[in-house]
């Protein structure tokens, strides 16, 4: 008679992942309040991206047979997410940066919620911004909202926190995309509810501000490289789309890369992203005064620098 063999883990409703580097500091936050969900079928993965400080210690102090800590090299929160994604038990995941956190009916919620045709189940979110005297100022509050034919008519936007995606259906779009360090979220809902419209499963919506996000610019934020980097990526895949669904969105793309490869003094290649914008959104004055900035190179670069502003249609 064969011996059996080991027990295999009982499976679970939602898995969390928590991607992080270098937050000891901050990292008990998103992992208290995971620790006062209503909810108790779910796990906690803390993927430490190659923290050198004392983010183990920290986690380990928490004590809780629900957190699984695993380390791995620095390959960024992308690749962290998708190691999370990879190692859990969960039937649907859901992804928490080190720095935020979640109110106690967050995972109740997203049960409640949940439908046998569910592939994605989203809720709202608040933000609260730090004054120059670290004060928290009031949040900023949005909940779910259609997106239009672009993203398939589902509803979203979707951030870090915000949403909680059957793990097949994340695994079958690719997971996060780990040559982007900004705006991967939109990226990644691009391809999730392509797989949901495919599957003819379902976005459902928790209509409450359910994640509190504590304002931080991403490491990287201030990269220009990395906008750049971004807005081709999305033209690049999904180009056709924003032509047809969302002109001022491709338009949008092309400012973003226009504007960031002028600050790399790529000026041929800003040319070609301010014309592509104008021709997408001919009547825009922004766009053509930006196509008319960029033939005065020193000009335009002086200005975009100057002005600082880093901010782009990217979430």
């Not at 992942?17 to 779910?42: C, G, K, M």
């Not at 620095?74 to 190691?83: H, S």
């Not at 995972?107 to 439908?115: D, I, K, M, W």
């Not at 909202?145 to 690719?174: C, Q």
Request: net charge positive; hydrophobic share 40%; aromatic share 10%.
């Amino acid at each position: 008679m064969k011996e059996p063999g080991p027990r295999q883990p009982e499976p679970l409703r939602f898995s969390v992942v928590i991607p992080t580097f270098n937050r000891a500091h901050t990292i008990e936050r998103p992992l208290n309040s995971l620790l006062s969900q209503t909810y108790e079928d779910f796990e906690i993965l803390v993927i430490d991206d190659g923290s050198t400080d004392e983010t183990k210690d920290v986690v380990r102090k928490s004590g809780s047979e629900r957190i699984q800590y695993h380390w791995q090299s620095n390959r960024g929160r992308c690749a962290a997410r998708n190691k999370g994604a990879e190692l859990s038990r969960g039937e649907f995941v859901a992804f928490v940066d080190s720095d935020d956190e979640v109110h106690p009916s967050w995972l109740q919620r997203f049960a409640e919620t949940l439908t046998p045709d569910t592939g994605i189940v989203c809720c709202g979110w608040a933000v609260r911004r730090a004054s120059a005297e670290q004060a928290e100022t009031p949040s900023d509050t949005r909940l779910p909202a259609p997106m239009g034919t672009l993203y398939y008519n589902f509803p979203g936007p979707y951030l870090s926190g915000s949403f909680a995606i059957r793990k097949e259906v994340f695994l079958a779009a690719g997971g996060y995309c780990t040559e982007l360090s900004v705006g991967e979220n939109t990226d990644l809902a691009h391809r999730v509810l392509a797989v949901c419209t495919k599957l003819g499963l379902m976005v459902k919506v928790v209509p409450e501000p359910l994640l509190i996000i504590h304002f931080n610019r991403p490491e990287g934020y201030r990269n220009i490289l990395a906008h750049l980097q971004t807005a081709e990526h999305m033209l690049l895949h999904y180009g056709k789309r924003y032509r047809v669904h969302a002109p001022w969105g491709f338009a949008n793309y092309c400012a973003i890369a226009g504007v960031n490869a002028t600050r790399l003094s790529l000026h041929r290649k800003a040319l070609r992203y301010f014309l592509l914008a104008v021709m997408a959104r001919p009547l825009s004055g922004k766009h053509l005064a930006r196509l008319l900035l960029a033939f005065v190179p020193p000009l335009a670069r002086r200005v975009w620098q100057e002005r600082g502003n880093f901010e782009s249609a990217v979430l």
